[in-house]
């Protein structure tokens, strides 16, 4: 038989137990209905029915950090460099002797240009022009609507080259440039090559001044290749552009290797090497108007005014006695002339 004192003991532990249930299920149903209220989404208070509920506020959109296309302006400064070309200059070649070698070596002016000059070259992102063509398609400025006056333009400058005319030997530009109004197109690649095609292509009636002008209007392109890979892939194509060019055109191809550095291509406002550029060059090498990139119908109406007035300018030249004296060209540039202000009068 169980002892009567074990019955008493069990007795008061179950009794114990029980008190101290009774005493915390309070305070645990105390604490969940707090809990419950605070996480449980407050209801706002029953307003009366005159009374319109307040909108809230729209949630602001997450602020993207893609960059915004820059607005284009105008082109409102001259391009070039300040001083006439002379042929020879920007050869690309290194003309000093080896004393003037020795003295630039040991000169601690000349390493801090030199320092400073790759120093540009490095912090230069390698597919950066490739980047801001997604950017109106690599256009930096706007075409101006007026030529430059020419006491205020600057000159075009000289650049050497191969030419379909002399494959083996290099010439200068600024022999091609004297004498006659040009249209001068700069190009890096096929990408290039097609935006610079927009000013001159599908134009009728530029290009019949084209026909009519020879001597006195000429287009040159000027195809800069600086790596050596691209630039004897383009030499061994020559044959073939010399056979689809008429003759008369071959002396205006040049091919460029080497000599335009980048301070040369930022006087003449080239900051995207994979754009096309146009410009209009005066007899004089001045640069007069300017383009790039693709062209809207627009600026082409802007060309080709421009181009008429370099043409009266030129035969104004003429009539006074400084221009050129030889009859076929004083023919030319009178029919020429013509043809500019009857298509301007359109």
């Given at each position: 038989?169980i002892p009567?004192?074990?019955?008493?003991?069990?007795l008061r532990?179950?009794?114990?137990a029980?008190?101290n249930?009774l005493l915390?299920a309070?305070?645990i149903a105390?604490?969940?209905r707090?809990?419950?209220?605070?996480?449980a989404?407050?209801?706002?208070?029953?307003?009366?029915s005159?009374?319109?509920p307040?909108?809230?506020p729209?949630t602001?959109?997450p602020t993207?950090?893609a960059?915004?296309?820059p607005t284009?302006?105008?082109?409102d400064?001259?391009?070039?460099?300040?001083?006439?070309p002379?042929?020879?200059q920007?050869s690309?070649i290194?003309l000093?002797?080896?004393?003037?070698r020795?003295d630039d070596?040991?000169?601690y002016d000349k390493?801090?240009?030199?320092r400073?000059e790759?120093t540009?070259?490095?912090?230069?992102?390698?597919f950066r022009d490739?980047?801001?063509l997604?950017f109106h398609?690599?256009?930096?400025?706007?075409?101006?609507?007026?030529?430059?006056r020419?006491d205020?333009a600057?000159?075009?400058?000289?650049?050497?080259?191969?030419?379909?005319?002399e494959?083996?030997?290099e010439?200068?530009?600024t022999?091609?440039l004297k004498?006659a109004?040009s249209?001068?197109?700069i190009?890096t690649?096929?990408?290039a090559?097609?935006?610079?095609?927009?000013?001159t292509n599908?134009?009728a009636?530029?290009?019949e001044?084209?026909m009519?002008?020879?001597?006195?209007?000429q287009?040159i392109?000027i195809?800069?290749?600086?790596n050596?890979?691209?630039?004897?892939l383009?030499?061994?194509?020559?044959t073939w552009h010399?056979r689809s060019?008429?003759?008369?055109?071959?002396a205006?191809?040049?091919?460029?290797?080497?000599?335009?550095?980048?301070?040369?291509?930022?006087?003449?406002?080239?900051?995207?090497?994979?754009?096309?550029y146009v410009f209009?060059?005066?007899q004089?090498c001045?640069?007069?108007?300017a383009?790039?990139?693709?062209?809207?119908?627009?600026?082409r109406?802007h060309m080709?005014?421009?181009?008429?007035k370099?043409?009266?300018?030129m035969?104004k030249?003429?009539?006074?006695?400084e221009?050129?004296?030889?009859?076929?060209i004083?023919?030319?540039l009178?029919?020429?002339?013509?043809?500019?202000?009857?298509?301007?009068?359109?």
């Amino acid at each position: 038989m169980i002892p009567l004192r074990f019955h008493i003991r069990h007795l008061r532990v179950n009794t114990q137990a029980l008190q101290n249930r009774l005493l915390i299920a309070p305070r645990i149903a105390a604490q969940s209905r707090t809990v419950a209220s605070t996480t449980a989404p407050q209801t706002p208070p029953p307003s009366n029915s005159d009374e319109k509920p307040t909108p809230t506020p729209p949630t602001q959109p997450p602020t993207s950090k893609a960059k915004e296309a820059p607005t284009l302006k105008p082109l409102d400064r001259p391009l070039g460099i300040p001083s006439p070309p002379l042929p020879g200059q920007n050869s690309g070649i290194d003309l000093r002797t080896w004393r003037e070698r020795r003295d630039d070596f040991f000169n601690y002016d000349k390493h801090l240009e030199r320092r400073q000059e790759l120093t540009r070259k490095v912090a230069k992102p390698y597919f950066r022009d490739w980047t801001n063509l997604r950017f109106h398609k690599g256009k930096l400025f706007l075409a101006p609507s007026r030529l430059l006056r020419a006491d205020k333009a600057f000159y075009f400058p000289n650049l050497r080259g191969f030419t379909l005319a002399e494959p083996k030997d290099e010439q200068d530009t600024t022999n091609v440039l004297k004498g006659a109004v040009s249209i001068v197109r700069i190009f890096t690649g096929r990408w290039a090559e097609r935006q610079a095609d927009t000013w001159t292509n599908a134009l009728a009636p530029l290009r019949e001044l084209l026909m009519a002008g020879k001597e006195v209007v000429q287009v040159i392109n000027i195809n800069v290749e600086e790596n050596g890979m691209k630039s004897r892939l383009v030499k061994m194509f020559m044959t073939w552009h010399r056979r689809s060019m008429p003759k008369e055109a071959h002396a205006k191809q040049f091919l460029v290797t080497k000599g335009l550095t980048e301070d040369l291509r930022h006087t003449l406002g080239m900051f995207n090497t994979q754009v096309g550029y146009v410009f209009l060059v005066d007899q004089n090498c001045r640069v007069r108007w300017a383009g790039c990139a693709e062209a809207n119908a627009e600026e082409r109406d802007h060309m080709v005014k421009g181009l008429g007035k370099l043409v009266s300018e030129m035969k104004k030249l003429q009539d006074v006695g400084e221009g050129p004296q030889s009859p076929i060209i004083r023919q030319r540039l009178n029919s020429l002339t013509n043809r500019m202000q009857a298509i301007m009068s359109l």
